[in-house]
Each structure stands twice: as C-alpha cells, then as structure tokens.
C-alpha cells in the first residue's frame, strides 16, 4: 500500500515533470511554432522533390484515418502533384517498420506510436494531426435496469476490460480514464482483442465484461441495443469530462530525415492533409453520402446509414488546422507513462515528435 508521504512525492514528480513540459512548450511558443503569423507568411509553395510517395497505415478505411481517404479520393495529393500509394499494414508497429526499412515514405498512425520508443528510435515526426480527441468509447454489454443507478468505470473494478492490443491507444486511454475514476492498472483485466469482429465475439461470447474500441463497431453495437456507453471519447467535450484532459488520436508522420531532404515534398503532403481537413469541417452530411456513394464497395466497411452517424458524432474530433500543441503531446505521454511506469519521461523530448512548421505554412497558403 502506498503510504500518504510516497504518494505525495509521487503526484510531486509528475507535476514536476508537467511543469518540464510546460516551459518547453512556452519556448516553442517563443520561438515561433505557436504563432500562426510568424510561420510560412508569403512563403511560396515548393515543388516536390520526390512525387511518388507512400504511406503505411493499419487500416485505411478506419475513420480515425478518414483525412487520408477524403485527401486521396478528392485529387489533393494529385493537386500537389504527388502520386500517392497506401500501404495497408497488420499492425501501428510493422507501419512503422515499413518506413524504417523504405519501404513506405511516411506514415498515418497515431501520435502515440510516433512517441513510442520505435517512433522516436526512426526520427519520426508528427506534421499534421488529424485527431484532436482518442475517437473511441467504451461499453458494457447491458443496459442499465431501468431505476438503477447509471453503471459508472469506477463500477468496472476487477472486470476484464477488452482493448485492440495491449499497449494500444485503446489500452492507454482506458487506463487514463480508469485512473481518473479512482481505479489502478492493478484493480483491472486488460484482454487484447484485436478486429472489430473478434471484439464483438469476445463481447457476445463473456470473455470481456467491457470493450474500449471505434466506430462503427461502438456505434453499432450501442444501437443494437447489445452495448451501454459508460465513457464517451468521440467528441472534444465528452471526452474531456471522462478524462480531465486533451488526448490526441492519429497523425501523418514523417523521419526527420525524410523531412529535411525532401522539404517541397513534405509540404505538399501537408497541404493536401489541411486540403481534406477543412473539407471535413465544412462537409455537410449529403457530401459525405456522395462521398461513400462514390467510394469502392465496401471500401468503409459499413453502410452509409452507419456512416454518417459515425462521421457525426466524430465530426469535432478532427482537427481544423493539423496543429499538435505541445501541450496535447505532452498530455499524452503522461498517459502513456501511467499505462507504462518503465517510461522515461526525462529522456523523451516530446517537441521533438512533433514539428508544426508545415501545417503552418499550408494554413497560411490555403487562406490565400
């Protein structure tokens, strides 16, 4: 048992080491990254160097990843001129190998995976953030009887949690959430369980008590009536009351290396991002019918009655401008200390994960 003077020390370190963060994030602010202004102004764009790129990601079609699909189905990589190739991988991991071994150029994943120890072992640099909350939710699969007190997380002590994959995304913020409810790593079961499918057999089948995943799965399953929401990540507001805090998702990445060679050919990858975001933002729900409409059968993986709701309850959770304030990148690499204590915070250089140089600049030219 913790004793009251180990924990305070404990809460000491970490706001300690928030603090760190947060004058590392004001000298970026000094230096220019954080005023919009002082970037990319008048700045031209440059040709690409290299016009045939490829990007790995996990699973093109999953929403987190939806700017990606709406930049190369709407033209803005080829606008750029760029000739895009997606490289779909089993796995964040093996993406990241992809790109390590050449076979890919750049990668769409989450910016957890970008901070993690083979993230930062490669260089690997966010330029454009895609997701400005964790686009998940977490559920029981019963309903509350009726005259009940609603079911909360602080309820799931001792219960076997389902997650993508142990030390996912999902498995982080199930443990941020968890922890903010008064539970500890120790008073859970987490289970790996993989693919929607197999998420939805683990549920059916008892093996899981509760499931942190994506829609459509979540959605689907909620209006199936066979899933109750206890904790709602979709959207900015409601995962901020679960959590206390701002938690990014998915990002475009980049090796540094790649980034200073091929300067002409990063920003471009840039501008087609911030193209396909703000035209997110401004899609009205007949442009993303007409979207789907167009797509290749079952390229999404689900209706487009599914879509649409999926898309609307995700629609803020898409970043606006592909901006990652340090402090977003900060927050979640708290999270991922509390989900892995072995973590060093004080050899990680979080700002030098994130570069917003380029998202920046294509801001400024877009408004142009």
Not at 4 to 14: D, F, L
Not at 342 to 352: C, G, S
Request: aromatic share 4%.
């Amino acid at each position: 048992m913790t004793s009251k003077n180990n924990q305070g020390n404990i809460n000491a370190q970490r706001r300690e080491r928030l603090l760190g963060f947060a004058k590392a994030a004001a000298a970026l602010a000094v230096s220019g990254f954080s005023t919009q202004n002082s970037i990319g102004k008048g700045i031209a764009a440059p040709k690409p160097e290299k016009r045939n790129i490829t990007i790995a990601t996990t699973n093109p079609a999953a929403l987190p990843y939806l700017p990606l699909l709406v930049a190369q189905h709407k033209g803005f990589f080829a606008q750029q001129g760029l000739e895009l190739q997606i490289s779909e991988q089993q796995s964040a991991a093996r993406a990241i190998t992809a790109v390590g071994a050449g076979q890919a150029d750049l990668v769409c994943t989450w910016l957890e995976n970008v901070l993690s120890a083979s993230g930062r072992a490669l260089g690997m640099q966010s330029f454009v953030l895609l997701g400005i909350t964790p686009m998940m939710a977490l559920g029981v699969p019963h309903r509350p009887i009726q005259n009940q007190p609603a079911i909360g997380l602080a309820q799931l002590r001792g219960k076997k949690i389902g997650v993508v994959a142990l030390n996912s995304p999902t498995h982080t913020v199930a443990l941020a959430a968890m922890r903010r409810a008064g539970l500890r790593a120790s008073d859970l079961g987490f289970v790996s369980v993989g693919s929607p499918a197999s998420a939805q057999a683990a549920l059916r089948s008892g093996q899981i008590d509760a499931l942190i995943h994506m829609d459509p799965l979540m959605l689907q399953q909620e209006q199936r009536g066979e899933l109750h929401i206890v904790a709602d990540l979709r959207s900015p507001p409601s995962a901020y009351d679960v959590l206390g805090m701002h938690l990014p998702s998915s990002c475009l990445a980049a090796p540094q290396d790649f980034l200073q060679r091929f300067p002409g050919t990063a920003q471009a990858c840039s501008d087609a991002m911030l193209q396909a975001l703000q035209w997110l933002a401004q899609a009205s729900l007949r442009d993303m019918l007409r979207l789907q409409e167009s797509l290749p059968e079952n390229t999404l993986g689900m209706d487009a009655q599914s879509f649409v709701a999926s898309f609307e309850r995700l629609r803020l959770a898409f970043s606006s401008d592909g901006i990652c304030a340090p402090l977003l990148a900060s927050n979640l690499l708290q999270a991922m200390h509390d989900a892995e204590p072995a973590l060093r915070l004080e050899k990680i250089e979080v700002l030098k994960s994130v570069n917003n140089t380029l998202a920046y600049r294509s801001l400024q030219r877009l408004k142009a």
